[in-house]
């Protein structure tokens, strides 16, 4: 039997969710910002703290786990390495070799930051399908954060790299005659124009997906309530179940993409005689 305590968050969680869903047909918003929203743990605490605190909470939150298990493996490590040492040796070779397939002999330099970026948001995006938490990563202030890292980092590294003169030929399109001179006029202002785009593009790709991700599970559940609110059951059909894989899935690529695009900019931010010799 389910013990008293544990029945009576699932109770709650199963009203909360059929009242939240009878909002969005109205349009209206409930607790936690949106109105196709699971509840999570901050909810049942202070729906205004988690109004407005949430996404930086639980941002915070996965950061303290992963700064946690870096520091237990780190301590830990050994020659014979057990379960858990096994598969994060796994995943860091695994984001290597990938990051090194684009980067070549500059991934040693970059890997730490790349590495960190991917581990980050897919450990966000996958917070999302844990019951009571939610991903910060359907928050546009956690997208565009990350989004404007990148971008100040992949400027750094052009800048440092490459030095203020060549750094500035970079953004003028690197003109070498005539008719690309005259063209300076205009290429200089889409070329900043299309640094500053990047960032806002990876953002508003990695929240709608994970936005989407959320909502169509927020649907599936609350539509599994719903239909035993008959018979007054403290839980729903689990309609939401296949989309927690998709959802798995989804997240993952989405992680990819962004480290992958990034990887990307780094690599066009280098000067062209180190692109040449990068595999």
């Not at 889409?190 to 997906?209: K, M, Q, T």
Request: with cysteine; glycine share 6%; net charge negative.
């Amino acid at each position: 039997m389910i013990a008293p305590g544990l029945m009576n968050i699932v109770v709650l969680t199963s009203q909360t969710v059929a009242e939240n869903s009878t909002a969005a047909a109205a349009g209206e918003h409930g607790a936690g910002g949106t109105a196709t929203s699971i509840p999570n743990i901050l909810s049942f605490i202070s729906e205004s703290f988690a109004h407005h605190w949430e996404v930086t909470f639980f941002a915070l939150f996965v950061s303290l786990i992963l700064v946690v298990l870096s520091l237990m493996v780190y301590r830990r490590r050994a020659m014979i390495p057990g379960p858990f040492q096994n598969a994060v040796e796994m995943v860091v070779e695994g984001l290597y070799n990938l990051i090194y397939s684009m980067l070549g002999k500059e991934t040693d330099r970059y890997i730490p930051f790349l590495g960190t970026l991917f581990v980050y948001i897919w450990c966000m995006n996958m917070s999302g399908i844990v019951p009571f938490l939610h991903a910060p990563t359907a928050s546009l202030n956690i997208t565009v954060a990350l989004a404007v890292t990148v971008f100040l980092y992949v400027q750094y590294t052009a800048f440092r790299r490459m030095g203020p003169i060549k750094y500035l030929h970079h953004l003028a399109g690197e003109p070498n005659s005539t008719v690309t001179w005259i063209l300076v006029i205009l290429n200089f202002p889409l070329h900043v124009f299309g640094e500053f785009v990047r960032p806002f593009s990876l953002a508003v790709r990695l929240f709608g997906n994970i936005t989407g991700e959320d909502t169509l599970i927020a649907v599936m559940v609350s539509l599994g309530v719903l239909a035993l609110s008959f018979v007054h059951s403290p839980v729903g059909i689990p309609f939401q179940l296949p989309f927690y894989f998709l959802a798995l899935l989804l997240g993952t690529i989405q992680a990819l993409v962004f480290t992958l695009l990034s990887t990307a900019y780094i690599l066009m931010a280098l000067p062209h005689e180190e692109h040449a010799h990068a595999t």
